[in-house]
């Protein structure tokens, strides 16, 4: 179901003061303290209507593109995909009672959110993304 994904050294690295200078109190608790935000909260909830890249807020790497994202209902952005295999990385998180499998930014290393297996059709997966961990840029 879900693919392993080697968890490689993140190629973007900042000290911790570098990170809070760099990013808003919300993208830092989100990317660097592997937060979670409120549902409901995020401007990228929903599908953009243009096309465009979510690029990590931490360092810009592609993560998204706008066709891969679809409403999933669950109050947090959703992608059926990253935009490309090595885009971002995932390992099994236990913070919760059962596991989950935690997506990171294969650049940096921020925390995006959590990978589940109820997507659409063709890859089954849903990409629950927090919306602070992303920027968007119009195509």
Not at 9 to 26: F, H, I, K, N, Y
Not at 95 to 107: D, G, I, Q
Not at 110 to 137: E, K, M, S
Request: charged share 25%; net charge negative; glycine share 10%.
């Amino acid at each position: 179901m879900f693919k392993r994904r080697a968890r490689p050294e993140p190629q973007v690295v900042r000290t911790d003061a570098e990170w809070r200078a760099s990013l808003g109190p919300e993208a830092y608790r989100v990317l660097r303290r592997a937060g979670t935000e409120a549902p409901g909260t995020s401007d990228f909830e929903h599908p953009s209507e243009s096309d465009g890249v979510y690029r990590c807020a931490g360092c810009a790497a592609e993560l998204f593109r706008s066709e891969d994202q679809f409403d999933s209902g669950s109050g947090w952005p959703s992608f059926s995909d990253t935009a490309a295999p090595d885009a971002a990385v995932t390992r099994t998180d236990f913070k919760l009672l059962f596991p989950r499998r935690e997506a990171t930014c294969a650049s940096c290393g921020g925390h995006l959110g959590h990978v589940f297996g109820d997507g659409p059709a063709p890859t089954g997966q849903r990409w629950c993304i927090n919306g602070a961990a992303p920027t968007f840029d119009e195509d």
